[in-house]
């Protein structure tokens, strides 16, 4: 099992760029599927991206796609979100991920192994 730290949070505004990055510990990084989720108050936590163990396959949630891009570098044992034209929806606290992808993907959080603690994202308009 990994344990994970997120970190890259900020306040911007709308139209900015933001990358979050998730440092991991553990020696099975690079054989597990990692994630990004979000949430906002009073709103159950919700699937934002994904990416296959060896980074071959990515998936994401519609709302954004073609902005958001998941990547990682196993050397450096580190999943990325990269998010361009960042829009006042996405604001919420971001959190990485580690459990099968298609957990991840189906915005299953029972089958989330391991959270990050969490990064808070501003988009002011």
């Known amino acids: 099992q990994v344990q994970l730290v997120d970190s890259g949070g900020g306040t911007v505004q709308a139209g900015d760029s933001l990358r979050l990055s998730c440092a991991a510990s553990?020696?099975?990084?690079?054989?597990?599927?990692m994630g990004w989720f979000r949430q906002t108050p009073g709103k159950e936590r919700e699937f934002v991206a994904a990416?296959?163990?060896?980074?071959?396959?990515?998936t994401y949630a519609d709302s954004v796609k073609g902005r958001f891009t998941i990547s990682r570098d196993n050397a450096k044992n580190t999943v990325y979100l990269q998010m361009t034209n960042l829009k006042p929806e996405d604001t919420a606290v971001y959190y990485c991920?580690?459990?099968?992808?298609?957990?991840?993907?189906?915005?299953?959080?029972?089958?989330?192994?391991?959270w990050g603690q969490g990064t808070q994202v501003t988009v002011s308009s």
């Open positions: 990416i296959l163990f060896n980074g071959q396959s990515t």
């Open positions: 553990g020696r099975t990084f690079s054989r597990t599927d």
């Open positions: 991920a580690a459990g099968p992808l298609r957990a991840l993907s189906a915005g299953w959080v029972r089958g989330v192994t391991s």
